[in-house]
Every structure is written in structure tokens, then in C-alpha cells.
């Protein structure tokens, strides 16, 4: 396969720096752990690769003038194991090896805000979702290996920073088998479902939910994944939700799911995600709050934990603006640990917040002065068994960032 042909601009040659070099920890026999403890990966050894310098925003092509692309996913579109990176209207070719090498540049040849990356049962490649509201826009892999010319497959109101800041694919409906596609925007969470004709229907699922970032999760234990996100209380600023609900999926692809409260923030929720943090197999919320225009070190990153008489808020920060957030198991010891990254400050700290097991969580800093929106996310890029983060920028819209995760 080839996605050469469609390279516009040759990509600054990445960058590299060690970052930390720690050595391997040597272990003595004496001083292997119990058999009962689960070896964990090292995740103290990490090298940032510069994917790109000169990236474009939507501004540049479309008004409004200061607007960037949101979108940040990852797929491999060659076969080669090997992801490469998806944001806004660009693809980034990965170089394969250490990816240290030149990620060359693929223009969708329109001005789009691709988010996502799907493959159903059957399909060959993966294909990209994109947004540029109210259209959606899906490109696909054609058997020469390019990405065919964008096709309109549905329709979602736009937002009032013109393209959402939630997206997702979950199987929404098991049984079915393919996933389904779920976006934030202007109403609320919105489902879509990839195997339909075209115009692809587009269901109102979550009513008043926030455009911004949202969790999946089975909240209520009953087999099917249901959706987490902050609230726009009618009446209040909807640019400042301070609620955060989930929304319970009734099994079927119809509008307007039941709503229930999981509890609330200080300032504006920006990112959402749940998972079970604690291993009590009831499904836990992380919100990360954002500040604007974020002079303030206030911004809260929360635990809201699943009891048995509703949800215990813990604060497990409170930093910069974090517009930043994943959940993934770093370290390979079985739960779930927290990703962020400060988008305002003197730090712009990348941090990874390493889960005991009991939702406990210790500050590992990863890197700094690289400033993320959107981005803080795990993917394993290089496909060597694990996870590395990419991540997009506002301020410094221009940059595309690789960590390569050096564990052994
Ligand atoms: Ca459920
Ligand atoms: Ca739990
Ligand atoms: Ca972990
Ligand atoms: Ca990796």
C-alpha cells in the first residue's frame, strides 16, 4: 500500500531528545517481588520525537481566523503495525523503526477537523471521521492505498466553536457487532451508526450534555455501555458546566437517554472519562476541569468514586488549566492510570498519575514545556507492546508531539 502520493510537505525531521535516562532497575534475586504482586512495566523512561513544527490550523483556511483543529486520533492505515497520526486535515505517516524519521504529511485536500478512525467487520483499513460542521466528512483507504476525496455521511449541528471536542466509537449495542460513532456538539452527545445508508440517521442520545470531552462506560453493570459527560443545566452559562451526569443507554439507538447525576465540579468540565479505578467493579468518573483564560493555578482534576451511596469526590490535583485526559494502564499492573497535561502555566507539565489499585494516585511527571489540548493520549504507536502518548496543541497549535514509551 502506498499513501505517498498525496504528500504536500515534507514534515520537520523528528526531533529527539532522552529525556530521562534512569538505567534499568537490576534486581537481585533476593529482591524479586512475591509471586502475588503483577510485574509492572517501567514508566520512567521516555524519548519526545517532534512530529511536526509547521502544522496548520482551521483558521488558515476557514473563519473564524483564531480557531484550531481539535481532532487527535491514531490507526494504521498501512498494514505495517505501525500507527500513524490523524489531526485535523493532515495525516502523519509513521516512519516505522524508532520513529525518529521524517512522518510524512498527507492533506485530506480539504479543510476538515478529522477526529476519529473506524474499521467495521469486514472493511480492509480503518476509515477517518472528520468534522466540519454540520457536515461529517469520512474518508477512506482505496486500493491503491490513498484516501479517496471526502463524502458527506451525515449531518450534526455545529458548535460555537464550529467543530466539537468529544468524540468517540463504542459498541454502543452489542449484538451488532461494528461500532458506532458518538459525538459532542451543539444539544448534546449524538449517535451515529456507520453501517447505515446514507445520510447516516443521527440520534440525540444525551440531551444538554457539554460539547466537550465525554467517557464510555457501563455504569449501571447491565451489559452495555452507557455515556458520561458534564451537563449544561438549562438557564446556567453553558460555556461553564459544573455538572456531571451520565446518560443510560436504553439498549436501543433512540433519542434522549435518562439522564442521572454523578455530582459536580468547581469550574467548567472540560474532560471526562470513567473506568473502574478501584477494582470494586463499579465504574468511577475522572473529570479534568479547564480555566480561561487560565492565568490561575485553580483547575481541579477529580476523582468521583462509585459508592454505594452515590459517587465520593476526591481531588487528586489542582494545577493549570488540564484540557488534557486518557485512561490507560501505563504501567501494566492492572488498573487504570490517569494521563493529563497543563495547557496554561510556566510548566506545561505532561504528567502521568500512576493508580495504586485502590484509586489512589502518585504524580509521575513525564515531560514539560510542551503545551497539549486535546492531546495527553496513549496509543501504542511503534506496536512493541506499549503504550507511547501523542499530543496536539492550542497555544502552540503548530506542534505534533510523540513520547516514545522506552520501557523494557
Ligand atoms: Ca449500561
Ligand atoms: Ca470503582
Ligand atoms: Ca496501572
Ligand atoms: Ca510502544
Known amino acids: 500500500m502506498r499513501i505517498l502520493k498525496q504528500l504536500f510537505l515534507g514534515a520537520v525531521a523528528g526531533a529527539m531528545f532522552v529525556l530521562s535516562a534512569c538505567g534499568p532497575a537490576t534486581e537481585s534475586a533476593d529482591q524479586l517481588p512475591p509471586a502475588d504482586v503483577p510485574n509492572t512495566l517501567s514508566t520512567e523512561q521516555w524519548t519526545y520525537i517532534q512530529i511536526d513544527s509547521t502544522n496548520v490550523m482551521w483558521g488558515e483556511f476557514d473563519g473564524p481566523e483564531w480557531l484550531r483543529y481539535f481532532g487527535l486520533a491514531a490507526a494504521d492505515f498501512t498494514g505495517d503495525g505501525k500507527l500513524e497520526i490523524v489531526t485535523g486535515r493532515t495525516v502523519f505517516r509513521n516512519p516505522g523503526g524508532d520513529?525518529?524519521?521524517?512522518?510524512?504529511?498527507?492533506?485530506?485536500?480539504?479543510?476538515?477537523?478529522?477526529?476519529?478512525?473506524?474499521?467495521?467487520?469486514?472493511e480492509k483499513a480503518p476509515s477517518i471521521l472528520a468534522?466540519?460542521?454540520?457536515?461529517?466528512?469520512?474518508?477512506?483507504?482505496?486500493?491503491?492505498?490513498?484516501?479517496?476525496?471526502?463524502?458527506?455521511v451525515a449531518r450534526v449541528p455545529p458548535t460555537g466553536h464550529h467543530n466539537g471536542q468529544g468524540y468517540?466509537?463504542?459498541?454502543?449495542?452489542?449484538?451488532?457487532?461494528?461500532?458506532?460513532?458518538?459525538?459532542?456538539?451543539?444539544?448534546?452527545?449524538?449517535?451515529?451508526?456507520?453501517?447505515a445508508a446514507l445520510p447516516w440517521p443521527v440520534v440525540l442520545v444525551g440531551a444538554d450534555a457539554s460539547d466537550e470531552g465525554f467517557g464510555v462506560a457501563d455504569m449501571d453493570g447491565d451489559g452495555d455501555l452507557d455515556l458520561i459527560s458534564g451537563y449544561r443545566v438549562p438557564g446556567l452559562d453553558a460555556e461553564v458546566p459544573t455538572t456531571v451526569v451520565w446518560f443510560e443507554n436504553p439498549g436501543t439507538m433512540t433519542p434522549d437517554w435518562t439522564r442521572h447525576q454523578v455530582g459536580h465540579t468547581a469550574f467548567a468540565i472540560d474532560r471526562v472519562e470513567a473506568t473502574d479505578l478501584n477494582g470494586d467493579g463499579r465504574i468511577d468518573v475522572v473529570v479534568?476541569?479547564?480555566?480561561?483564560?487560565?492565568?490561575?493555578?485553580?483547575a481541579t482534576l477529580w476523582a468521583f468514586m462509585a459508592s454505594d451511596t452515590g459517587f465520593v469526590r476526591n481531588?487528586?490535583?489542582?494545577?493549570?488549566?488540564?484540557?488534557?485526559?486518557?485512561?490507560?494502564?501505563?504501567?501494566?499492573?492492572?488498573d487504570e492510570d490517569i494521563l493529563t497535561a497543563e495547557h496554561k502555566g510556566p510548566d506545561l507539565a505532561l504528567q502521568l498519575w500512576k493508580n495504586d489499585g485502590a484509586g489512589h494516585f502518585t504524580k509521575q511527571e513525564i515531560d514539560r514545556g510542551k503545551?497539549?489540548?486535546?492531546?495527553?493520549?496513549?496509543?501504542?504507536?511503534?506496536?512493541d507492546g506499549d503504550l507511547d502518548i501523542i499530543s496536539i496543541g492550542w497555544d502552540q497549535h503548530q506542534f505534533v508531539h510523540l513520547w516514545r514509551n522506552d520501557a523494557k
Not at 100 to 117: C, F, S
Not at 175 to 188: F, L, N, P, T
Request: avoid cysteine; aromatic fraction near 8%.
Open 168 to 195: 468517540k466509537t463504542a459498541d454502543l449495542f452489542p449484538g451488532k457487532g461494528d461500532v458506532e460513532i458518538i459525538y459532542a456538539s451543539q444539544g448534546g452527545l449524538y449517535v451515529m451508526d456507520p453501517t
Open 99 to 122: 520513529m525518529t524519521g521524517k512522518w510524512e504529511k498527507i492533506d485530506l485536500a480539504v479543510n476538515v477537523d478529522a477526529n476519529l478512525t473506524y474499521q467495521l467487520i469486514g
Open 315 to 334: 481531588a487528586i490535583v489542582t494545577q493549570y488549566s488540564m484540557n488534557n485526559l486518557d485512561l490507560a494502564d501505563l504501567d501494566q499492573d492492572g
Open 288 to 298: 479534568a476541569e479547564e480555566r480561561y483564560p487560565g492565568l490561575e493555578p485553580d
Open 371 to 383: 503545551e497539549s489540548h486535546l492531546g495527553a493520549q496513549a496509543f501504542d504507536m511503534d506496536g
Open 131 to 152: 468534522e466540519a460542521l454540520p457536515e461529517v466528512i469520512r474518508f477512506s483507504v482505496d486500493q491503491n492505498g490513498d484516501f479517496t476525496k471526502g463524502e458527506v
